[in-house]
């Protein structure tokens, strides 16, 4: 187990850097780009624990994906084209390679068994599972489909109209990717938009894909070309280098080329209502996603009601958003966000539990948190809880907090950000 040391002197950041690539889009990019006709090239690619597992789990199913560094190159073997994998696919940690081939999976003509590592096999499942049930998919697994292991046992697929009960990117990209072999349209009506990384990428290769609100609508096509993407710089990643330079005085950063997804850049949004001093350069449009530069200075900042929409385009960073709040002025309220819940951890939980170990006032509720401002933080033995976010977010807090804070199994980190340390120490100096 790696234990990471902050020390808390709230040195200010100073400089630029580039995040490394969007891991939704990275994911994407050899799943779709395995069931185009041709070769796909894939630049700006992050090359990290998550993403590799995906990459395994299609070359498990026949695909030749090369991977070099930030370039990533598939072979896509077209819709049909798939072969059934002669050993179980361990997906690793990564919720995201998991939900959406089991989309795909299901459709298939052959069996496939499904696992992964023991935090991933304590997630639920079901909400994937279920709609994909609706659509004729043959899936056994614990707890009748909802942990891993899973067995599927592909099969003919037909088009539903399926409204989630919860807003989540995973599974609507799970039941679209299943939608790409159903008779008929499949229809999936939102709550709340999410992320449409998978919708501009079906369409970018060539998919039917139509949008009218939070309703998408898919139909079978007969092909999918290749492409080559440019991944932009993740704004997830990108957030908690933001969060660090607003709250440690004197600190002015750039960040370069990250993805200003309107379904993903609610952090933004949400610490520019808490006082955040960001400013967004040179947009500009890439792959079909938008992309630009981030300035950010450190900032005098104050609580927030955060819910309703806010929830679903921020979900990934409200643990750092959370962090931010305990040196704002006056209360952050964080509710609507029960999917917090079902994330690698129970980020609810784990936030409350480890800010707490460092001073700050907490109370934690079933679908959120408050946090009361202007506490001052110490350094603590602090737990990862293996989840990345929660590592990575604490980290942050830590910057600022007196002493030095422990962070216990933080090598978690390398499933989205390997060097992330590193980058903020280099930042720091």
């Given at each position: 187990?790696s234990?990471?040391?902050i020390k ?8 630029e850097?580039?995040?490394p ?6 994911h994407r990019?050899?799943?779709i780009g395995s069931l185009?006709e ?5 630049s700006g690619?992050l090359n990290?624990d ?6 395994n789990?299609m ?6 994906i090369?991977?070099d560094g930030?370039?990533a ?7 049909e084209?798939?072969?059934?994998p002669d050993?179980?696919i361990?997906a690793?940690n990564s919720?995201?390679?998991t939900?959406?081939i ?5 459709a298939q003509?052959?069996f ?5 590592d023991?935090?991933l ?11 994909l049930?609706l659509?004729?998919a043959?899936i056994?697994?614990r707890e009748?489909?909802?942990k891993?292991?899973?067995a599927i046992s592909?099969?003919?697929l037909?088009?539903i109209?399926y409204?989630l009960?919860l807003?989540s ?7 679209l990717?299943?939608g790409l072999?159903?008779?008929?349209t499949t229809?999936v009506i939102?709550?709340e938009?999410?992320?449409d990384?998978?919708e ?9 894909v ?5 309703i998408?609508?898919?139909?079978n096509?007969?092909?999918l070309?290749?492409?080559d993407i ?6 997830s990643?990108?957030?908690f ?6 709250i440690?005085?004197g600190s002015?950063?750039?960040?370069k080329?990250?993805g200003l997804?309107p379904?993903r ?11 955040g001093a960001i400013d967004?350069?040179?947009?500009r ?5 938008p ?7 450190s900032?005098?900042l ?9 929830i679903?385009?921020?979900i ?5 958003i ?5 040196f704002?002025e ?12 079902v994330?690698?951890?129970d980020?609810?939980k ?5 800010l707490?170990?460092m001073?700050?006032d907490i ?14 933080l ?7 809880w293996?989840?990345?976010?929660i590592?990575m977010?604490?980290?942050?807090a830590?910057t600022?907090?007196?002493?030095e ?6 090598e ?5 950000y ?12």
């Open positions: 187990m234990v990471r040391i808390g002197s709230s040195a200010p950041l100073k400089g850097i580039t995040p690539g969007d891991k939704s889009i990275s990019s050899l799943m185009g041709g070769k796909t090239s894939v690619f990290c998550d993403t590799i597992s995906t990459a789990a070359r498990k199913l026949g695909v030749e090369k991977i930030s370039h190159e598939v072979t896509g073997r077209g819709l084209g798939l072969k059934e050993d179980v361990d690793g919720g995201t390679t939900r959406l089991t989309g795909l999976l299901c003509s052959f496939t068994a499904l696992t992964g023991r935090y096999r304590a997630r639920p499942m079901k909400r994937v599972v279920d709609p049930r659509m004729g043959s056994t697994g009748d489909g909802n891993l292991p899973l592909g099969g003919k037909k088009g109209s409204e009960p807003a990117a995973q599974v609507k990209s799970a039941i990717l299943a072999y159903a008779e008929g229809e939102e709550p938009s999410t992320r990384h998978t501009r990428m079906l369409a970018y290769f060539g998919a039917e139509a949008r009218k609100g939070n998408i609508k898919i139909t096509p007969e092909r070309r290749s492409g440019s991944v932009p710089a993740d704004i990643s990108a957030a280098f933001i969060a660090a330079a607003l440690n005085p002015e950063i750039l960040l080329n990250v997804n379904f850049s609610g952090v933004i949004d949400i610490l520019k209502k808490m006082g967004i350069l040179e947009e449009d890439v792959s079909g996603e992309v630009g530069d981030i300035m950010v200075k900032s005098d104050h609580g927030a009601v955060i819910k309703g929409d806010e679903p385009k921020a990934d960073e409200l643990p750092v959370a962090a931010v709040a305990c704002a006056g209360d952050t309220t964080i509710k609507d966000a029960l999917e917090l819940r994330k690698e951890t980020r609810i784990a936030m409350a539990s480890e707490g170990k001073g700050a109370e934690e509720f079933e679908d959120g948190m408050t946090v009361k401002g202007g506490k001052l110490k350094g603590a033995t602090c737990s990862s293996g989840d990345h976010r590592a977010s604490v980290a942050v830590a600022r907090a007196a002493g804070t422990s962070i216990e199994d933080a978690c980190v390398s499933v989205s390997p060097g992330f340390f590193e980058e903020m120490e280099r930042l720091g100096k």
